[in-house]
């Protein structure tokens, strides 16, 4: 799986061309906009982007979509009565929700290490991970104590951790800094739908196999989405690439148009020096820890997620409702997530759309808080939703965008930066104990705090990053790329 990767590399001569062509700077570059990021225009590159998408997208998209229906199954098991059934009690279930990512933290940073360096074939890798989180995810109906969901949870973490950070690297390989933020919300909303659909799935799982062959409806769930999942990953091998010159989908011509035209659009492009040297020069950028910050405070507002149906719940319907009532917001907030990708690419803009979208939920944990008003509270839900999972697309292209000079970087900054958001969910699975229920008062006041702090953050960026593209502008004035805000 390794031996053949090092003939791929793109060799020294050509990175040295294109780092000189960048620095002449085309006709077109010239004509960008602020940040000199320039829109596609010529027919082949728009053909390869239409190609890639067909190919790298829907893949991804499927592979998302069933990573959160696996991960997210325990929320539906619950009303399916997982805790009377395993014994749960206390916050037993708080820390089953919270280990996993414990096992999700530990794994992403050496993963894509692992991925940038070229020892691996990226669409190998990441679709035996997936195999492997089918197979623990299927395991969970094995489980008949807290101890086994406790040991499960925890290397389904383990397992999953290589996904989403690798697939943010394998996006920011292929697409522009136009481009990314569009797809970046395009494969978050399978996040986003696979939580609306799951209680939609698990619903008819439980009422059609509750109790079949022995087995209650909450076990049957998670073997069928762990077969389903594994079948996926074999399809996944043969349709992902692994980088821009050696996709074996793409004709020379066009795989040399793709390396091509990220070398371009990268600001302070730098020669690879491999992924040990990648990971020092993210972890001296200051710029990385102020990145970390905001999609920490991001991802803590979204720490909903796993509580979904026990807020929904709050509303006081029955499960099958309950269950139903889970799908609506998530739905809206999916095509909300894909208008602002589109609209923050079109317009290479970050901050405005960050403040406008966590405002948005803002005002929804506000309402969530005031009132227990059934219909006041279901559109809080909308609202919140809609507005926190928005950004993550534009937070993530933020990333890629301002901490690419190499691909090793990148690399180990996305994964730096997805590791450290997602720490928020091992404290957060706490704020929602049974027995601030229905209200969930701290919780949703800890969420505003949290959407607040991801406004301030992007704020502060901006005028960093402004600061940082006068200074380009003085100390390199034939630069053609500045940084985008």
């Keep these: 799986m390794a031996t053949h990767n090092d003939l791929e590399k793109p060799n020294s001569a050509h990175v040295e061309a294109c780092l000189d062509e960048k620095d002449i700077g085309s006709s077109e570059q010239r004509n960008g906009d602020y940040s000199g990021a320039v829109k596609k225009t010529s027919p082949e590159e728009i053909r390869l982007v239409r190609k890639m998408d067909i190919r790298i997208m829907s893949t991804l998209w499927a592979m998302y979509f069933l990573n959160y229906l696996d991960r997210n199954a325990i929320t539906q098991a619950r009303l399916n009565n997982l805790e009377d059934d395993l014994g749960l009690v206390g916050s037993q279930y708080n820390t089953c929700i919270s280990i996993l990512f414990v096992g999700y933290l530990l794994m992403q940073v050496p993963s894509n290490m692992l991925m940038s360096s070229h020892k691996v074939r990226p669409s190998i890798y990441m679709c035996i991970c997936m195999m492997c989180w089918a197979v623990v995810s299927a395991c969970t109906a094995l489980t008949r104590n807290y101890t086994d969901l406790v040991i499960v949870r925890f290397f389904l973490g383990v397992a999953e951790a290589p996904y989403y950070p690798g697939a943010l690297y394998m996006l920011s390989l292929f697409y522009t800094r136009k481009e990314i933020a569009t797809r970046l919300s395009i494969l978050y909303s399978g996040n986003i739908f696979a939580t609306s659909f799951s209680g939609l799935i698990a619903e008819a799982v439980f009422s059609t196999l509750d109790g079949a062959h022995g087995l209650a ?269």
């Design 217 to 485: 409806g909450w076990r049957w769930l998670f073997i069928i989405e762990g077969v389903t999942t594994f079948g996926v990953a074999l399809i996944g091998m043969m349709l992902l690439p692994d980088f821009p010159l050696t996709t074996r989908w793409l004709s020379p011509k066009e795989r040399q148009m793709a390396h091509d035209r990220i070398v371009r659009d990268t600001v302070g492009v730098e020669q690879s020096k491999g992924a040990r040297a990648g990971f020092k020069q993210a972890i001296r950028d200051p710029r990385l820890y102020l990145l970390c910050f905001m999609q920490n405070m991001h991802l803590s507002a979204c720490s909903f997620n796993n509580f979904f149906p026990t807020v929904i719940g709050s509303l006081g319907f029955d499960r099958t409702v309950t269950l139903a009532l889970t799908c609506p917001p998530y739905l809206v907030s999916g095509f909300v997530g894909i208008v602002v990708g589109l609209s923050s690419g079109r317009f290479n803009e970050r901050t405005w759309h960050v403040t406008v979208c966590m405002g948005t939920a803002l005002v929804g944990f506000i309402i969530s808080c005031a009132t227990m008003n059934v219909a006041a509270r279901y559109l809080s839900c909308f609202l919140f939703a809609s507005g926190a999972y928005a950004v993550n697309s534009v937070i993530l292209g933020w990333v890629s965008a301002t901490l690419g000079q190499t691909p090793e970087k990148k690399a180990v900054s996305l994964s730096i930066v997805n590791t450290i958001a997602n720490a928020s969910y091992i404290y957060t699975a706490y704020l929602y104990p049974k027995s601030n229920g229905p209200k969930y008062l701290t919780a949703m006041a800890s969420n505003a705090g949290f959407a607040f702090a991801t406004i301030a953050s992007a704020c502060a960026l901006r005028v960093w990053l402004q600061r940082a593209n006068a200074k380009l502008k003085r100390e390199r004035p034939e630069e053609n790329v500045m940084y985008a805000f």
